[in-house]
């Protein structure tokens, strides 16, 4: 979650975590690439570290249009390129690192017309390419039972099934097109929050920029996409900022460092792969006083690392890693 700097050296924000990455990965070297680079926060960090290059993904063509200004400094050691981080190996091979900070930038949240907040009014789009299904898509042409299934699955909003009654028949009278619009729409059919509660409106707009810019699926795939991509003795480092992140991480690394246990002890012991990977802790690191004091935002932040070994990559099974699965999606894309 860096914001946008105006040189490599400083910046109005500090990446999230990015003082364990460096400890946990030092010293560092070789190349690196970072999934989500955003404003740069955590490539400047690994360039400025002693990373002989890294390789900078983001599907947002707007960050790079941002980086101009300081990019060129660090020369043919920066390589940036517009893609998803679910094919990051096809972006680099043998590489030393990889880092992958989820969800959505600070630099989205602040710019009401990308439509990724209700703080600020603006159009309901939540996409981090700029291209393809948009939020406003999703929430006027989705069946009922489908958008209760979004708000529920991805969202984790109990009243899922009375918003998404509550959005149809509102969009019946007229679109719903802007971001407050769906905001007071939400907030409609819950109870006055309490305070220092968190907006009625959040879990709704979680679950539907997940949908819009399909992140579990892509989480899922940019971790494998790491295993393949990583030379033995690499470092995989993610930064989530919500539980069912943070559990499909998790999960993910004890299934590839294996960990997974039997489901009954009575039963013959499982045949077990060779792990792929060797976690730095099994325990998710958090912000520390001076961080939380630095960047509020950081306090649901949680890093997990873990170093590559010479085993063959292999697939997962989303379901054991727990990543939420739709039972309908009637959106067309």
């Given at each position: 979650?860096?914001?946008?700097?105006?040189?490599?050296?400083?910046?109005?924000?500090?990446?999230?975590?990015?003082?364990?990455?460096?400890?946990?990965?030092?010293?560092?070297?070789?190349?690196?690439?970072?999934?989500?680079?955003?404003?740069?926060?955590?490539?400047?960090?690994?360039?400025?570290?002693?990373?002989?290059?890294?390789?900078?993904?983001?599907?947002?063509?707007?960050?790079?249009?941002?980086?101009?200004?300081?990019?060129?400094?660090?020369?043919d050691r920066?390589?940036?390129?517009?893609?998803?981080?679910?094919?990051?190996?096809?972006?680099?091979?043998?590489?030393?690192?990889?880092?992958?900070?989820?969800?959505?930038?600070?630099?989205?949240?602040?710019?009401?017309?990308?439509?990724?907040?209700?703080?600020?009014?603006?159009?309901?789009?939540?996409?981090?390419?700029?291209?393809?299904?948009?939020?406003?898509?999703?929430?006027?042409?989705?069946?009922?039972?489908?958008?209760?299934?979004?708000?529920?699955?991805?969202?984790?909003?109990?009243?899922?099934?009375?918003?998404?009654?509550?959005?149809?028949?509102?969009?019946?009278?007229?679109?719903?097109?802007?971001?407050?619009?769906?905001?007071?729409?939400?907030?409609?059919?819950?109870?006055?929050?309490?305070?220092?509660?968190?907006?009625?409106?959040?879990?709704?707009?979680?679950?539907?920029?997940?949908?819009?810019?399909?992140?579990?699926?892509?989480?899922?795939?940019?971790l494998e996409?790491?295993?393949?991509?990583?030379?033995?003795?690499?470092?995989?480092?993610?930064?989530?900022?919500?539980?069912?992140?943070?559990?499909?991480?998790?999960?993910?690394?004890?299934?590839?460092?294996?960990?997974?246990?039997?489901?009954?002890r009575y039963?013959?012991?499982?045949?077990?792969?060779?792990?792929?990977?060797?976690?730095?802790?099994?325990?998710?690191?958090?912000?520390?006083?001076?961080?939380?004091?630095?960047?509020?935002?950081?306090?649901?932040?949680?890093?997990?690392?873990?170093?590559?070994?010479?085993?063959?990559?292999?697939?997962?099974?989303?379901?054991?890693?727990?990543?939420?699965?739709?039972?309908?999606?009637?959106?067309?894309?």
């Amino acid at each position: 979650m860096a914001a946008a700097a105006t040189s490599p050296q400083t910046a109005p924000h500090i990446p999230v975590l990015i003082r364990p990455i460096l400890s946990a990965v030092a010293p560092v070297r070789g190349v690196w690439l970072d999934g989500t680079f955003g404003a740069g926060g955590y490539t400047r960090a690994l360039l400025d570290a002693g990373a002989d290059k890294v390789i900078a993904v983001d599907r947002d063509p707007m960050v790079f249009e941002m980086a101009k200004s300081w990019a060129g400094s660090y020369g043919d050691r920066l390589h940036m390129v517009q893609g998803t981080f679910s094919k990051l190996d096809d972006y680099g091979a043998d590489l030393d690192g990889v880092v992958l900070d989820l969800g959505v930038s600070s630099m989205q949240l602040d710019q009401a017309d990308r439509g990724f907040s209700f703080m600020n009014d603006g159009p309901l789009d939540m996409r981090m390419s700029q291209s393809g299904t948009s939020a406003a898509d999703i929430v006027n042409e989705a069946a009922e039972a489908d958008l209760a299934d979004i708000i529920y699955q991805y969202g984790e909003e109990r009243a899922s099934r009375r918003i998404a009654k509550a959005i149809v028949k509102a969009r019946a009278i007229a679109p719903i097109e802007t971001t407050l619009q769906l905001a007071d729409l939400v907030s409609g059919c819950l109870p006055r929050p309490k305070p220092n509660q968190s907006h009625p409106a959040t879990r709704t707009f979680q679950a539907i920029r997940i949908a819009v810019n399909d992140e579990y699926g892509e989480l899922v795939a940019g971790l494998e996409a790491a295993e393949r991509a990583l030379a033995p003795e690499g470092y995989l480092a993610v930064v989530t900022f919500h539980s069912v992140e943070d559990r499909m991480t998790k999960r993910f690394l004890q299934a590839r460092a294996g960990g997974e246990a039997n489901a009954n002890r009575y039963a013959p012991q499982l045949e077990r792969e060779a792990p792929a990977f060797t976690q730095k802790s099994r325990k998710a690191v958090g912000p520390d006083a001076q961080e939380l004091e630095e960047n509020p935002r950081s306090r649901s932040a949680k890093l997990r690392v873990a170093q590559r070994t010479d085993a063959a990559a292999a697939p997962v099974d989303r379901k054991k890693i727990g990543m939420p699965i739709l039972t309908k999606h009637r959106v067309s894309r």
